[in-house]
């Protein structure tokens, strides 16, 4: 079955650049969520979408932006890295009705 | 406010052993899930568990068995005959349903990290 894919794993940006994350959902799956996982850290929510509207904020810095595109797919930009935003980032999805959610690998992000 | 707490930092059990890793929860939803997610030193998540809150069914799959009591928020893990495969950090989550925005997101707790000793 399909899963939900994160692209890239692995990134390694220095400070002040700018990092772009990306998010394909299961087919059919219209809804998307972000999460950060810092290093021994729960993951934290940063912000959802559904049908390609944010629904949803947590604790997102303004640095980050992020979108839902028509596909679905999602893109988590991230501009002026500071090395407190190293971290494991997740996207999950799900189906409005369908109570799961289902995660990525996640994209690794380092910043040096 | 939705919380989750695992006051269980890590646990190490010796292979074989029973372990039971404990979830409390906070919500003043009166519909709410519950989940519990393993997440290997390669980092994935993975999904273990959803249960209802109107479902306080004890459910076994394997050696896994999950303890619901509503009455004291709790959400219990259990693994039995524990492996050194189980090794891995434990989240227990809590969602609401998704609101009319279709979209609603996990709270976590901070995980239990176990160590399954050979």
């Known amino acids: 079955a399909a899963g939900v894919i994160q692209s890239p794993r692995h990134l390694i940006k220095e400070k002040r650049e700018t990092a772009t994350l990306k998010c394909y959902p299961i087919p059919r799956h219209d809804t998307v969520y972000w999460y950060q996982q810092g290093p021994g850290q729960d993951p934290q929510f940063l912000i959802s979408?559904?049908?390609?509207?944010?629904?949803d904020k947590g604790s997102i810095p303004d640095r980050f932006s992020a979108q839902q595109f028509s596909d679905y797919h999602s893109e988590l930009n991230m501009s002026s890295l500071e090395l407190g935003d190293s971290a494991l980032y997740f996207c999950?999805?799900?189906?409005?009705?369908?109570?799961?959610?289902?995660f990525g690998s996640g994209t690794r992000l380092t910043v040096v | 406010a939705q919380k989750v707490t695992q006051a269980q930092t890590e646990i190490s059990v010796v292979e074989k052993e029973d372990v039971t890793l404990d979830c409390v929860y906070e919500t003043r939803d009166t519909t709410y899930y519950l989940f519990w997610y393993k997440q290997p030193p390669s980092g994935e998540l993975v999904f273990l568990i959803r249960?209802?809150?109107?479902?306080?069914q004890n459910e076994i799959s394997g050696r896994y068995s999950w303890n619901f009591q509503k009455s004291t928020s709790s959400f219990n893990f259990t693994i039995t005959a524990s492996q050194v495969v189980d090794s891995a950090v434990y989240f227990c989550?809590?969602?609401?349903?998704?609101?009319?925005?279709?979209?609603?997101?996990?709270?976590f707790g901070t995980g239990t990290r176990l160590t399954v000793i050979p």
């Open positions: 999950a999805s799900s189906r409005q009705g369908f109570y799961g959610y289902t």
């Open positions: 989550a809590l969602s609401a349903p998704p609101d009319q925005t279709g979209a609603n997101n996990l709270f």
């Open positions: 979408f559904y049908e390609k509207m944010q629904s």
């Open positions: 249960r209802n809150s109107f479902d306080e």
